[in-house]
């Protein structure tokens, strides 16, 4: 499903120049279930970026289901994007002006999915998640546990085949953690979904087949 | 997909209120500036465009080629018409129509039962003019309704007024002046506010016997227009052509008169924006000042766009997590600044609503300072719309598309790791450009307002040469009747204490409409190659205006011309060394029909406004010219002093219609348009800089919101609140400073171009630029220095705290 070739990435400060990833070279299969540990600016959040498509690299190649990422056009990699990948984050990044129903709602939307079929996704994904009773409620009214829900629920919306996390847990009690890593297993293993997360917890990390270790931006082992 | 963003729209919108507020009330002041001048605009430019000849619509006006210059009349001489028809049969029409405004006697079974003093409206015309212009008939055929002597057509609301109603106007009799009467024939629909052709009675030509025998070439007034259609296929430059030949043959040039003269077309449509010729309104309405308006209402548009600008990006860090977010969830570029472009349509829809709410409002105030009902009918309410939704365009695009630039741009990366601040998103040099922009706009309209009402306190304090205060202008009918009581009149008058000084003349010293003509001087066989104005007056003229004598002595009374005093401005035109050298000298007029030596040289005083130059004038007495009284009377009894001059009045001539008038009050009424302009500039600017300020203190306001940690910080360190707010106001004094540097020279060079216009006027002196940088200046700081003294005074331990 994923195939990073030499993938570096630098940035430039004045006369040096930092590498953030040093030839990685990677390959994930559909349905695994994938953790991405390492100390602080080890890379993980740049590697997490560069498989989502919101970053690029400043070498290497890049396939995502057979496609060669970088030589696509803006437009076939944003559909590509859209319809396969989804993402959590440690912050949750919920929309704050928008109801936990119409924060779900949004990725449907730039998909544009025709009305009366997006409530029937939508209410769907509130009855399996079990927040139906809390849709109309802004993110601001909720737990982290449950704000950290409705971001699993919106990433998953659109039946990605490949869910990102960015520390999903760091902001959770360890309860409320466990919650959403037992929600992770479940998916990966009912309904096939690839996951890629990235954590500092040995214990999360546990909840993958595969634990890939990065320092100083490249892959360990 | 938008309903979404409306509800992200709405719930933002009303998160930052004062952001809101601010913007909407910006944009709501600057759209109905730009309304309220379109509509001011629209009035003046649709001035008689619904004539459906218009295009083939010509007046014809005379140029007199003068050795001092081009003189302009929209008149012409009263055989023109005529000549017109007989040697050009291909003229679809030729009309000579002359304005008489004087009174109107309505007859009932033959008696008079009332009267009016008719000061606009009354026209004695062939029967063409109804072909020419379309006017609506409510009662009779307008193609024979003047043919007859003694017929009339009257407006709806004149026959309403005569004789209750206008269906009841048909077959009744006015009488007009002395005439005998004069039958209505037929009733029209009123005349429309923008059309410079008021008809209000329409009295056949062939009514008035001077006007029928008239077949003098060399005169002309202003009041008696030939207008003209020309047929399908032919050009106003081939008229043009014609009418050389035309002038050759019938009006053919003297050996000893050193004036041309030349006929000219003019089209219709620019009869009301050329100053030159003039209008039977008394009112034009230049290009250049369309122009002038059109700018303004831009500027004002742009003001109230860059306070949007400004705030939106200064406020774009705030939304750039939801623009984060949005990105990762699938968002286009493309989709996001359609979001944005939304929410800047839905705050300016909003203030657009309010802004004609606004401009129904301001409408009866604008319409009082025009002097014009500029309301618009329901037939112009789609033109409006069309406008109003231009407007909106506009606005949603110049104020909305570059903030929605900055934030659709942003990295999604950066956005959600909260990177970005105020400087890293850029804009922040172009927000600076912007307060520039603005603040320079607003101080080229308060130096622009500066200059205007400085000049017009300059016309109402200069000394025009004569007392103008405390002068009653009454008229004296032109009958022969009338004038038998002169002595008796001025008897009773002067008998009422309080009265000084009572003196017969034909105008007041300066006045509207005057009388010119040149004259042979000293038995020279040329006449003199200017016209002097002619002041017919008696020798009570000298001391109720008192005027100065500064060689000689004024004329001695007489009912006929026996005498000249002349002023020092003819006696310099005329070449003379010294005004004593002018004494005793003659003056020749109409070939020796008044000879008279010169007696006196009176100082110089202005017969007209001092937008002209000083006139050369020649005074004398002449009974049968004298059309007004003038009298001073003691300002303190003023109103009981009225009420007796009225009553004298009204005894003396029973037939007449009373009016009055103070000298002052004509004055000013010279300055009528300039004093418009400077009562519109003063609304504006200060518009401009309320906009300005409102702008900036929604940036300061944000300043201050994003420098909390930084004010403490500084606090900590020891700063003083005076430093505080030296740090806010730093930066905009600068920006100010430079928009100052922008403004002056702009402003300096387009006022000079005004004042241009006036012979006498003001310096354009360096104060005029320091009020302006001052007086922005102080406007800033106040604005500035209230949230930055809040910001200042905050207890430094809350802002750190929640770090």
Known sequence: MIQLEKIFKWVNAGNNRTFLLKDINLTINEGEFVSVMGPSGSGKSTLLNIIGMLDEPSEGSYHFLGNDVYKMKEKQRSQLYKENIGFVFQAYHLIDELTVYENIETPLLYQNIKSSERQAIVADMLDRFNIVGKKDLFPSQLSGGQQQLVGVARALIAKPKLLLADEPTGNLNSKQGEEIMELFRQLNQESGTTIIQVTHSEKNAEYGQRIIHLLDGRIEK | ??????????????????????????LTIGIASCLLIFLVIRFELSFDDYHAKKDRI????????????????????????????????????????????????????????????????????????????????????????????????LSRSLAVKYFGSWQQAVGKSIVYEKSQPIKITGV????????????GVVI???????????????????????????????????FNNMLIAFRKKHAPESSTTLTKISYHLQPLNEIHFDERFGTYNERTFSKELIRGLALIAAFLLIIACVNFINLSTAQAVNRSKEVGIRKVLGGTRRQLVFQFMGETFIITFIAACLATVVTWLMLPFLSDLMEVSITPGAGQIPQLLLFLVAVIVCVTFLS???????????????????????????GLSLRRVLVVLQFGIAQVLIIATLVVISQMNF?????????????????????????SKRNIVRERLMQQPGISNVSYSFSAPADFGAWSSDFNFDHSPVPINFEPSLKWADTGYFSTYGLQMVAGRPYIESDTTREFVVNETLVRKLGLKSPEEALGKEINFWDGRIVAPIVGVVKDFHSNSLKDEMNPVVMGTRERSYRMISVRIDM????????????????????????????DEKIRNFYRQENQLSQLYKVFAGIAIFISCLGLYGLVSFMAVQRTKEVGIRKVLGASAANIIYLFSKEFTLLISISFLIAAPLAYYFMRDWLNKFVFRIDMGIWFFVVSIAGSLCIAWITVGYRAAKAAFANPVNSLRNE
């Open chain 2, 204 to 238: 056949s030509q062939s009514s008035n016997r001077s006007l029928m025998t008239n077949t003098d070439w060399q005169s002309t007034t202003s009041d008696q227009n030939c207008i003209i259609v020309l047929p399908e296929n032919m050009s106003a430059a081939q």
């Open chain 2, 58 to 153: 010509y007046r014809v006006t005379t140029v007199f080629d003068r050795s001092g210059g081009l003189d302009y009349s929209s008149g012409v001489s009263v055989p023109v018409a005529q000549a017109l028809r007989v040697d050009y049969p291909q003229l679809e029409v030729a009309n000579m129509m002359s304005r008489g405004n004087d009174m109107i006697t309505v007859l009932e079974d033959g008696k008079p039962v009332k009267k009016f003093r008719e000061l606009k409206g009354v026209f004695f015309t062939e029967p063409q003019v109804f072909k020419i212009f379309d006017n609506k008939w409510l009662a009779g055929d307008p193609a024979t309704a003047i043919t007859d002597p003694f017929t009339a057509a």
């Open chain 2, 459 to 483: 016309f109402r304090s200069t000394s025009l040469g004569f007392n103008q205060q405390a002068v009653l202008n009454i008229p004296l009918p032109a009958d022969s009747v009338s004038h």
């Open chain 2, 400 to 426: 909305g598309f570059y903030p929605a630039l900055i934030l659709s741009g942003f990295n999604p990366i950066s956005a959600l790791k909260s990177k970005l601040s105020a400087k890293s998103i850029g």
């Open chain 2, 1 to 26: 997909m938008l309903k979404n963003y409306f509800v992200t729209a709405f719930r933002n919108l009303a998160r930052n209120k004062s952001f809101l507020l601010i913007n909407v009330a910006g």
């Open chain 2, 188 to 199: 029209f629909e009123d005349v429309p506010e923008n059309s410079d052709y008021p008809f």
């Open chain 2, 636 to 663: 303190s009894k003023s109103k009981e002093l009225l009420a007796k001059i009225e009553k004298i009045w009204n005894e003396s001539f029973p037939d007449y219609v009373y009016e009055y008038q103070f000298m």
